[in-house]
């Protein structure tokens, strides 16, 4: 299958309709927030109920999966932590640079796997997704918090993950595989059509919020973000997945989470946590310019050595 045509190019032109969108077209400042919060509440959840639900889980090694999530992102949090010290990093802007080395764009992701490898890669994709959300939103509140020295972050992260609705839709898409019970006709067709919009809305949404105003002072703390997120988290874990044995959809689907650019909700958290969001809404453009070169040669990487 073509790489190119069937998810580089589609995510650059979707990319920059939604740049151009929001700034030209629909600057109705309700709108974008309306559409993320459907994405995320609504379409997102639905498809990967309907993935999960119908995925062939014995293809998916649970245990080396975990392991190869888990160690890189702890890794690269640690290197974050020690290298953006030697950088001068201070105050709000170490919860806005430990966003931009281990946060992740699941919308971009989502088109990838589709492309590569249908409804058992995104299936895939979305059991790596409910591993990594609840550690990296973990790993992002305590940094913000710490940065702005608050103590109230315990409560607020259990909730965030208790309630966060791609985990709970993963939750739900494995007990209805696990269970073997089918969904009734009328669900399967009704999440079916709530999934659809997806892909296409997620990535307006991530062209949305690209911004590409960067400053001299953050020209070091950008290049060390996307150093980290960019090519050590994905090789690490590339590097560990491999001996275990994974291939298939599960290592691309592997290689794909770990090397997508930082998400642009994580400028909201770190309007809503005291970060820096100057820096954030920076690390958010240039990871995602960037990716659209990275990612692709990390697929084609995984492809080659894992067959």
Same mark, same amino acid.
Not at 26 to 37: Q, R
């Given at each position: 299958m073509d790489l190119v045509t069937t998810a580089i190019v589609p995510i650059v032109i979707l990319l920059? !309709?939604?740049? @151009?969108?929001?700034?030209? @077209?629909?600057?109705?400042?309700?709108?974008?927030?309306?559409?993320?919060?459907?994405?995320?509440?609504?379409?997102?959840?639905?498809?990967?109920i309907d993935a999960v639900a119908g995925a062939d889980l014995g293809a998916v090694a649970l245990g080396p999966l975990l392991l190869a999530l888990v160690v890189p992102v702890l890794a690269v949090a640690a290197l974050t932590l020690g290298l953006g010290?030697?950088?001068?990093?201070r105050g709000p802007e170490w919860g806005s640079l430990m966003q931009g080395t281990i946060r992740f764009n699941t919308y971009v992701g989502l088109v990838f796997v589709s492309a590569l490898h249908g409804s058992q890669g995104v299936a895939t994709f979305a059991l790596a997704v409910a591993v990594l959300v609840p550690l990296v939103n973990l790993i992002s509140v305590v940094t913000l918090a710490a940065g702005r020295r608050a103590s109230d972050s315990g409560p607020s992260v259990l909730r965030e993950v208790a309630t966060n609705p791609l985990i709970?839709?993963?939750?739900?898409?494995?007990?209805?595989n696990l269970t073997g019970l089918p969904l009734p006709g009328t669900v399967t067709a009704t999440l079916q059509l709530l999934a659809?919009? !997806?892909? @296409?809305?997620?990535?307006?949404?991530?062209?949305?919020?690209?911004?590409?105003r960067v400053?001299?002072?953050?020209?070091?703390?950008? !290049?060390?973000?996307? @150093?980290?997120?960019?090519?050590?988290?994905?090789?690490?874990?590339?590097?560990?997945?491999?001996?275990?044995?994974? !291939?298939?959809?599960?290592?691309?689907?592997?290689?794909?989470?770990t090397a997508l650019p930082v998400t642009p909700t994580a400028a909201v958290l770190a309007s809503r946590m005291g970060g820096d969001v100057r820096l954030m809404s920076a690390l958010i453009g240039t990871q995602t310019v960037l990716s659209v070169v990275t990612l692709p040669a990390l697929i084609a990487l995984a492809q080659r050595v894992g067959g």
């Amino acid at each position: 299958m073509d790489l190119v045509t069937t998810a580089i190019v589609p995510i650059v032109i979707l990319l920059l !309709t939604g740049a @151009v969108l929001k700034r030209r @077209v629909i600057t109705d400042g309700a709108f974008w927030p309306g559409l993320s919060w459907l994405v995320y509440w609504v379409f997102a959840p639905a498809l990967f109920i309907d993935a999960v639900a119908g995925a062939d889980l014995g293809a998916v090694a649970l245990g080396p999966l975990l392991l190869a999530l888990v160690v890189p992102v702890l890794a690269v949090a640690a290197l974050t932590l020690g290298l953006g010290r030697l950088l001068g990093v201070r105050g709000p802007e170490w919860g806005s640079l430990m966003q931009g080395t281990i946060r992740f764009n699941t919308y971009v992701g989502l088109v990838f796997v589709s492309a590569l490898h249908g409804s058992q890669g995104v299936a895939t994709f979305a059991l790596a997704v409910a591993v990594l959300v609840p550690l990296v939103n973990l790993i992002s509140v305590v940094t913000l918090a710490a940065g702005r020295r608050a103590s109230d972050s315990g409560p607020s992260v259990l909730r965030e993950v208790a309630t966060n609705p791609l985990i709970l839709a993963c939750l739900v898409g494995l007990a209805v595989n696990l269970t073997g019970l089918p969904l009734p006709g009328t669900v399967t067709a009704t999440l079916q059509l709530l999934a659809q919009p !997806t892909l @296409v809305c997620g990535t307006l949404l991530a062209g949305a919020a690209l911004s590409l105003r960067v400053d001299r002072q953050d020209v070091k703390a950008l !290049t060390l973000g996307a @150093v980290l997120k960019l090519a050590v988290l994905p090789l690490a874990a590339l590097a560990i997945a491999v001996p275990l044995g994974i !291939t298939g959809p599960m290592l691309i689907a592997l290689v794909v989470i770990t090397a997508l650019p930082v998400t642009p909700t994580a400028a909201v958290l770190a309007s809503r946590m005291g970060g820096d969001v100057r820096l954030m809404s920076a690390l958010i453009g240039t990871q995602t310019v960037l990716s659209v070169v990275t990612l692709p040669a990390l697929i084609a990487l995984a492809q080659r050595v894992g067959g």
